[in-house]
C-alpha cells in the first residue's frame, strides 16, 4: 500500500470586521479609497509534493482538509463590502467562475473533495480544489457563506455575511482548504504545475475582482515493494524458563524491507519514505504504541508474551503513526531495516509454552 501526503502550512486570514465608516448606500462592494484599484492577484505555492507511481485515480496527493494561506501578489488593492439588514437589502455577493475546464470526475474519490468541482491544471492528470474556509475564527457568523448551504468551493456562488448583523467587512486575501488530486495517469519524473488563472472572483459591483493560480512541483516517486511482500520473520525458539520476568525479552531478529525501483528527482532529491504500522489479523497494540509492542495474534497458542517492533537503532518503533526511516535515493533500491523481537508480558507462573504469531501491515509514504 503506497500513498503520498503533504501538508501546507497555516497562516492567519486577512477578513477585518470593521466598525463605523458610514457609506452613502446600505449595501455593495468597492475598492477601498486610499488603495492601488485590483484587480488582486492570488498564486498559491504549494511547493513539491510527491506521488506514488502507483496512486490510484482518484487519490489526493496532497494537503487534503489542511488549511493554506492564498498568497497575494502585486498591489495593496482590497475591496470593500457593506449591507444593512435592517434595511430589506441582500447581502452582497461573491462569486468565483472558472476559467479552466472542470476536470473529469474520478469514478473512486480517495479523500475529503467534491469530485464534481475540481480545476485541471497544466499537467495532464493533476487537478486541484480550493474550498473557501467560511469560519474565519468568529463564532457569530461566517462571511464566504455558499448561497446553496453546501461548501464554498470555487467555483461558488455565495453571500458575504457575518451572522446577521449589519457589517462593514474588508477582503484582501484569507484561509482555504487547498487539495491536489490525481485525474488520471503521470509520467515519470517532476511536473511542473505552473501558474496560470483557474477562475476569476466577482464581488457585488466588481467584477474580475481576482484571479487564482497555483504553482508547484510533482514529483512522481515511489520503490516497490514486490514479491518481499508479506515480509516473515522468524523469531527463534525460546525456552519457557528464559522469561523470569515481565520485560524480559528475547535476541532482536532484523527485519528487513527491500525495496526496488525507487524514484525521486534526481537534480534535487529531498523525499523521505516514512512507515506506518498498524497491527492486524487479531494482533493489538499492547500499552503505550510508542513502546511497539503487539499482541500475540490469530493462530497463536503461547501465552504471557508478545511481540515488539524496533528500529534500526533497536530502539522501540511507534505504532499507529508515521515515522520518517530514510530518505529516498534518487534510483535504484533501498533497503528498510527494523527488528523484532519477543517481550514477557505477564509473571512468570503464566508463561506458557507454544507458537508465536502476530502481524503487522505496513504502509509507506514519501513526504
Same mark, same amino acid.
Given at each position: 500500500?503506497?500513498?503520498?501526503?503533504?501538508?501546507?502550512?497555516?497562516?492567519?486570514?486577512?477578513?477585518? /470586521?470593521?466598525?463605523?465608516?458610514?457609506?452613502?448606500?446600505?449595501?455593495?462592494?468597492?475598492?477601498?479609497?486610499?488603495? *492601488?484599484?485590483?484587480?488582486?492577484?492570488?498564486?498559491?505555492?504549494?511547493? &513539491?509534493? $510527491?506521488?506514488?507511481?502507483?496512486?490510484?485515480?482518484?487519490?489526493?496527493?496532497?494537503?487534503?482538509?489542511?488549511?493554506?494561506? @492564498?498568497?497575494?501578489?502585486?498591489?495593496?488593492?482590497?475591496?470593500?463590502?457593506?449591507?444593512?439588514?435592517?434595511?430589506?437589502? /441582500?447581502?452582497?455577493?461573491?462569486?468565483?467562475?472558472?476559467?479552466?475546464?472542470?476536470?473529469? %470526475?474520478?469514478?473512486? %474519490?480517495?479523500?475529503? $473533495?467534491?469530485?464534481?468541482?475540481? @480545476?485541471?491544471?497544466?499537467?495532464?492528470?493533476?487537478?486541484?480544489?480550493?474550498?473557501?474556509?467560511? !469560519?474565519?475564527? =468568529?463564532?457569530?457568523? &461566517?462571511?464566504?457563506?455558499?448561497?446553496?448551504?453546501?461548501?464554498?468551493?470555487?467555483?461558488?456562488?455565495?453571500?458575504?455575511?457575518?451572522?446577521?448583523?449589519?457589517?462593514?467587512?474588508?477582503?484582501?486575501?484569507?484561509?482555504?482548504?487547498?487539495?491536489?488530486?490525481?485525474?488520471? *495517469?503521470? %509520467?515519470?519524473?517532476?511536473?511542473?504545475?505552473?501558474?496560470?488563472?483557474? $477562475?476569476?472572483?466577482?464581488?457585488?459591483?466588481?467584477?474580475?475582482?481576482?484571479?487564482? *493560480?497555483?504553482?508547484? &512541483?510533482?514529483?512522481?516517486?515511489?520503490?516497490?515493494?514486490? !514479491?518481499?511482500?508479506?515480509? +516473515?520473520?522468524?523469531?527463534?525458539?525460546?525456552?519457557?524458563?528464559?522469561?523470569?520476568? /515481565?520485560?524480559?525479552?528475547?535476541?532482536?531478529?532484523?527485519?528487513?524491507?527491500?525495496?526496488?525501483?525507487? @524514484?525521486?528527482?534526481?537534480?534535487?532529491?529531498? *523525499?523521505?519514505?516514512?512507515?506506518?504500522?498498524? %497491527?492486524?489479523?487479531?494482533?493489538?497494540?499492547?500499552?503505550?504504541?510508542?513502546?511497539?509492542?503487539? !499482541?500475540?495474534?490469530?493462530?497463536? &497458542?503461547?501465552?504471557?508474551?508478545?511481540?515488539?517492533?524496533?528500529?534500526?537503532?533497536? !530502539?522501540?518503533?511507534?505504532?499507529?503513526?508515521?515515522?520518517?526511516?530514510?530518505? @529516498?535515493?534518487?534510483?535504484?533500491?533501498?533497503?528498510?531495516?527494523?527488528?523484532?523481537?519477543?517481550?514477557?508480558?505477564?509473571?512468570?507462573?503464566?508463561?506458557?509454552?507454544?507458537?508465536?504469531?502476530?502481524?503487522? +501491515?505496513?504502509?509507506?509514504? =514519501?513526504?
Amino acid at each position: 500500500m503506497n500513498k503520498a501526503r503533504r501538508w501546507a502550512p497555516l497562516a492567519v486570514a486577512l477578513w477585518l /470586521p470593521l466598525s463605523g465608516g458610514a457609506l452613502a448606500d446600505d449595501h455593495g462592494c468597492r475598492w477601498k479609497p486610499g488603495f *492601488a484599484p485590483g484587480p488582486m492577484t492570488f498564486i498559491h505555492r504549494f511547493g &513539491t509534493l $510527491y506521488v506514488p507511481r502507483d496512486a490510484p485515480i482518484g487519490a489526493v496527493i496532497g494537503t487534503e482538509k489542511s488549511r493554506a494561506f @492564498l498568497n497575494r501578489e502585486g498591489n495593496n488593492a482590497t475591496v470593500q463590502c457593506w449591507w444593512d439588514q435592517a434595511g430589506g437589502k /441582500p447581502a452582497p455577493e461573491f462569486t468565483s467562475t472558472p476559467v479552466v475546464p472542470m476536470a473529469s %470526475p474520478p469514478a473512486n %474519490p480517495g479523500g475529503s $473533495y467534491d469530485p464534481q468541482r475540481l @480545476l485541471e491544471t497544466n499537467v495532464p492528470g493533476i487537478a486541484v480544489q480550493i474550498e473557501y474556509d467560511q !469560519s474565519i475564527g =468568529y463564532s457569530a457568523g &461566517t462571511w464566504l457563506r455558499s448561497a446553496d448551504g453546501g461548501p464554498a468551493i470555487a467555483p461558488q456562488h455565495g453571500e458575504m455575511r457575518y451572522g446577521n448583523a449589519p457589517t462593514f467587512h474588508e477582503y484582501a486575501g484569507g484561509n482555504a482548504w487547498f487539495t491536489v488530486v490525481k485525474t488520471g *495517469a503521470l %509520467p515519470a519524473g517532476p511536473l511542473q504545475v505552473t501558474p496560470r488563472t483557474l $477562475y476569476r472572483g466577482n464581488f457585488t459591483d466588481i467584477p474580475d475582482a481576482f484571479t487564482f *493560480a497555483t504553482e508547484g &512541483t510533482i514529483i512522481v516517486a515511489q520503490c516497490s515493494v514486490g !514479491s518481499n511482500a508479506p515480509v +516473515e520473520v522468524d523469531l527463534l525458539r525460546w525456552d519457557q524458563s528464559h522469561f523470569t520476568a /515481565p520485560g524480559t525479552v528475547t535476541t532482536a531478529v532484523p527485519v528487513t524491507l527491500a525495496l526496488h525501483n525507487c @524514484l525521486d528527482d534526481p537534480n534535487n532529491g529531498v *523525499a523521505t519514505v516514512h512507515a506506518h504500522f498498524t %497491527p492486524k489479523d487479531g494482533s493489538q497494540v499492547v500499552g503505550d504504541p510508542a513502546e511497539g509492542v503487539i !499482541s500475540l495474534g490469530n493462530g497463536a &497458542t503461547a501465552k504471557g508474551v508478545a511481540i515488539r517492533l524496533l528500529k534500526a537503532d533497536l !530502539s522501540p518503533m511507534p505504532l499507529n503513526t508515521i515515522i520518517p526511516v530514510s530518505q @529516498l535515493p534518487p534510483s535504484g533500491n533501498l533497503d528498510l531495516t527494523f527488528a523484532a523481537q519477543i517481550i514477557q508480558t505477564a509473571p512468570a507462573d503464566q508463561v506458557t509454552a507454544g507458537t508465536v504469531e502476530g502481524m503487522l +501491515e505496513f504502509t509507506l509514504t =514519501y513526504q
